[in-house]
Structures are given as C-alpha cells and as structure tokens.
C-alpha cells in the first residue's frame, strides 16, 4: 500500500472511530468510506500490475518466434 493510501485509511479509522465515540454516524460511514476507498486504490494498482505483468510475457513470448 503506498503512503498515500496509508494516510487515507489511517484517517478514515481515526474518523469511524471519531463517530463510534460520538455517536456520529456520519463521521463513522465517511471513516468507513475512507477505507474503502483507499482499499479500492491499492486493489486497483494491483490489477494495473497484473495486466502489465501478463502484457509483457506475451510479448516476450511472440519475441521469441
């Protein structure tokens, strides 16, 4: 996970815990919204890597015909 997604799901629990104190549910579902999403990114860039993983070996692979 890069130190950006890091931060955001750090401050996205600080937040839902913020909310879980307060009785805030709105607090508590952006927290909540803020993992989410920083989870998303990290999921994203992995599949980003496995699409160019594959495009190179595919390559590779028509490089050597």
């Keep these: 996970m890069s130190f950006g997604d890091k931060m955001d799901d750090l401050a996205g629990k600080a937040k839902e815990a913020a909310?879980?104190?307060?009785?805030?549910?709105?607090?508590?579902?952006e927290g909540k919204g803020d993992q989410a999403k920083a989870e998303f990114k990290e999921a994203a860039k992995g599949v980003k890597d496995a699409v160019s993983d594959a495009a190179g070996k595919a390559k590779e692979a028509f490089k050597k015909d």
């Design 19 to 29: 909310g879980k104190a307060t009785g805030d549910d709105k607090l508590d579902a």
